[in-house]
């Protein structure tokens, strides 16, 4: 049986790792050995708590890096900051992701460029900023994508083809980057509810469509982002549902 490989040395970048399940991915990668540099916009106390913690475990393993992703400057910036201290960059999770309604007659170029900026365009000029580290070190990409990539969410026409492009980059990234970097993608189904809130009539609509008839947790999310990081040594250009069997139903 082959051995498993290890993430000792290796350096992880995250986006929106200051909370939710960015927060969850970084803890994960941690414990399973790599050192993690924790990216948030505005979650400064979060990211902050974060790196305090893992750092508390494993002296020097955490670092924290404020940008904003809208902002393809401060992407190449960002990269340039956290290689200037570590040395490396193995490992880029486009976690950070905008996300809430725009129904028709009220999308405004705002919205659009919000939600696709996070959702598409940073993940590519991210990911094309890293792009030297990566191929130094023969590393990895995964973007989390979205079950509603690839089936409409009412009301949200801008994030739902947002998603769709970030899958379809996460497949043309595959092609164009190997066979030195491995670009895999992870499509979440219910795992935390909206920060906004959800009405329970919503969430109980949702859960009919689960046959595992429950939300997922963070862990689910971060664990199959660890196995596409670490295990998953002959997969590229894929993405995977986590979303307790609901996407097999549509």
């Not at 475990?57 to 670092?63: D, F, H, N, T």
């Amino acid at each position: 049986m082959r051995e498993r490989r290890s993430l000792d040395g290796q350096w992880a970048l995250i986006t929106g790792a200051g909370k939710r399940i960015g927060a969850t991915t970084a803890r994960v990668l941690h414990q399973a050995g790599a050192s993690v540099a924790i990216h948030y916009r505005g979650s400064a106390a979060g990211a902050n708590a974060l790196a305090e913690e893992l750092n508390a475990l494993r002296p020097g393993s955490a670092i924290v890096l404020q940008a904003d992703l809208l902002q393809v400057d401060a992407l190449r910036v960002m990269v340039e900051r956290m290689t200037e201290h570590t040395g490396r960059l193995d490992i880029l999770v486009n976690n950070a992701s905008s996300f809430y309604p725009t129904p028709l007659g009220e999308v405004t170029e705002r919205d659009w460029e919000d939600l696709v900026g996070s959702n598409l365009k940073a993940p590519l000029f991210l990911s094309q900023a890293a792009l030297p580290h990566l191929r130094r070190a023969r590393g990895c990409i995964v973007n989390i994508v979205d079950i509603h990539a690839t089936r409409p969410l009412r009301d949200h026409p801008v994030y739902g083809p947002a998603k769709a492009g970030l899958a379809m980059l996460t497949r043309s990234l595959a092609r164009d980057l190997a066979p030195e970097i491995r670009v895999n993608g992870v499509s979440p189904g219910a795992i935390l509810w909206p920060e906004d809130g959800m009405s329970e009539k919503a969430q109980a609509s949702i859960l009919r469509q689960v046959p595992l008839a429950r939300t997922g947790e963070p862990e689910d999310i971060a664990e199959c982002v660890l196995y596409l990081v670490r295990d998953a040594v002959y997969v590229t250009g894929q993405v995977i549902a986590v979303d307790g069997g609901r996407s097999a139903g549509w």
